[in-house]
């Protein structure tokens, strides 16, 4: 796995809350208990989980982790989750979900385009370009990375 700084996790949180929250704000909802889950939506790989865990911890925000890096599921499979106040959760949500958005889809994509040359080639090798969206790198190299755990250490 790939580390993330504390600076880095803190960009990410920043780059989307910097103001607070407003639309909890606007409603009065600082103090409200609540509850949030995160989902995969379509089966395939996770990726991102430990990105996330720590965004959330970052916030004060204890989760519950119910999968692991690199572990294939269902559609609809509750990949974490959290109790905590309402205004908390929000400032977290839109953060946490594009990471794990981001990460689980490359890390399918590299799942099926490993499982598709090993159909014709048992031998191939798939590899990583360094080409990204900007501020993406790192996400896109930790699902990779996770897959080469999985296809090349535990074949």
Known sequence: MIYFSDKELDDFLLEDIYRGDLTTHALGLEKVPAKIEFKRKNAGVVAGISVAERLLKKLDITPQVYVNEGESVEAGAVLLSAVDSADKL?????????????????????????????????????????????????????????????FIVKA
């Open 90 to 150: 929000q400032q977290a949500w839109k953060v946490v979900q594009l990471v794990l958005e981001w990460s689980c889809g490359v890390a399918q994509y590299t799942a099926e385009m490993i499982a598709n040359a090993k159909a014709i080639n048992p031998h191939a090798v798939v590899a990583c370009t360094r080409k990204s969206i900007p501020n993406t790198r790192k996400l896109a190299t930790n699902a990779v990375w996770l897959l080469a755990d999985i």
